[in-house]
């Protein structure tokens, strides 16, 4: 195991992360839970035509053309998102699978009162079973929720001076490729059923496992030294080589088509994911989800012991 240097990457926490992907029927905006696709419903999608709505972020000719890359689902279009809000009857279809990115806010209530608030940052996947016209025009269609793919704004780069965000590239070059292959083999993917890959956790033995971190800004002396000593003891349960870089090399190196395993962690509203994936094609070897916001001592125990089975 490499030793963990704060004199090469001082101060540095955890990263909250980019996205996590559910394929499957969505049950309510802050839940992570979602029933299953029928065989019925993936073929049906087999036929449909993609729009994907091109979202106003620096990046967005790149984002197209990383998508463009790795879809081989169907037949792909690319809209402005302006376009897309503004013309809903063409693009709303049984015949279209709709891909669009979305910001929204809920405020939790309980007994009648503000109990909570959290935002919802994500590509939403779907399309609609049915769609009828009314008296005046308007589109009303019976929706159906395909997938979704959570972002945190706290990796998003947002540009000096612009409002656009920029996305990670090469993060969502790898959840595309993994949306994309679960469509093509008909496969429902639920981040609350976990993921487990025995078998290709235990080959981490001799590889080197990426952890993408980043600087916390603004912290006094006395939370720099909670936060080293956090980190200390979180590396301390992982026995096997490891690598710490920026998110920004990270994608970079997704995008140059590297093979290596990287550990990804998302806040959602009381829960976050962890997972550890591929980025040579996306693929997920380990998934899960708790009650609280960070990866610690435990959980990284939990993994070094997968990876110590033969």
């Known amino acids: 195991m490499k030793p963990?240097?704060?004199?090469?990457?001082?101060?540095?926490?955890?990263?909250?992360?980019?996205?996590?992907?559910?394929v499957g029927n969505g049950r309510g905006a802050g839940n992570l839970w979602v029933g299953s696709h029928s065989q019925k419903t993936f073929d049906k999608l087999k036929s449909t035509t993609t729009y994907f709505a091109v979202p106003e972020v620096c990046n967005s000719s790149e984002l197209k053309s990383v998508i463009a890359s790795v879809w081989t689902f169907n037949e792909i279009e690319f809209v402005p998102s302006d376009a897309f809000r503004n013309n809903r009857k063409k693009y709303v279809s049984p015949e279209n699978l709709l891909i669009n990115l979305r910001d929204l806010e809920f405020t939790v209530t309980k007994d009648g009162f503000p109990a909570g608030f959290f935002g919802k940052f994500y590509f939403l996947v779907s399309t609609y079973k049915s769609v009828k016209e009314t008296g005046k025009g308007?589109?009303?269609?019976?929706?159906?929720?395909?997938?979704?793919?959570?972002?945190?704004?706290?990796?998003?780069?947002?540009?000096?001076?612009?409002?656009?965000?920029?996305?990670?590239?090469?993060?969502?070059?790898?959840?595309?490729?993994?949306?994309?292959?679960?469509?093509?083999?008909?496969?429902?993917?639920?981040?609350?059923?976990?993921?487990?890959?025995?078998?290709?956790?235990?080959?981490?033995?001799?590889?080197?496992?990426?952890?993408?971190?980043?600087?916390?800004?603004?912290?006094?002396?006395?939370?720099?030294?909670?936060?080293?000593?956090?980190?200390?003891?979180?590396?301390?349960?992982?026995?096997?080589?490891?690598?710490?870089?920026?998110?920004?090399?990270?994608?970079?190196?997704?995008?140059?088509?590297?093979?290596?395993?990287?550990?990804?962690?998302?806040?959602?509203?009381?829960?976050?994911?962890?997972?550890?994936?591929?980025?040579?094609?996306?693929?997920?070897?380990?998934?899960?989800?708790?009650?609280?916001?960070?990866?610690?001592p435990g959980e990284m125990k939990k993994i070094n012991g997968l990876v110590s089975k033969d």
Do not use: H
């Open 4 to 22: 963990f240097s704060f004199s090469i990457v001082c101060f540095l926490t955890i990263a909250t992360a980019v996205a996590q992907i559910n």
């Open 138 to 296: 308007e589109i009303k269609g019976d929706f159906l929720d395909i997938s979704e793919i959570y972002l945190s704004k706290n990796l998003l780069y947002e540009e000096e001076g612009q409002t656009q965000y920029c996305l990670n590239l090469g993060l969502i070059k790898n959840y595309f490729q993994l949306l994309n292959r679960k469509l093509s083999a008909s496969e429902n993917l639920k981040m609350n059923d976990g993921i487990v890959d025995k078998e290709t956790l235990a080959t981490l033995k001799s590889k080197t496992l990426y952890l993408p971190w980043k600087l916390d800004e603004g912290l006094d002396k006395e939370q720099v030294e909670s936060q080293k000593k956090l980190i200390e003891k979180t590396l301390s349960k992982y026995e096997f080589d490891y690598k710490i870089v920026s998110y920004s090399e990270l994608g970079d190196s997704i995008l140059n088509g590297e093979d290596i395993y990287y550990v990804n962690e998302t806040p959602f509203f009381r829960f976050y994911i962890l997972t550890i994936a591929n980025s040579k094609t996306g693929e997920i070897i380990y998934l899960n989800n708790k009650g609280n916001f960070r990866i610690g």
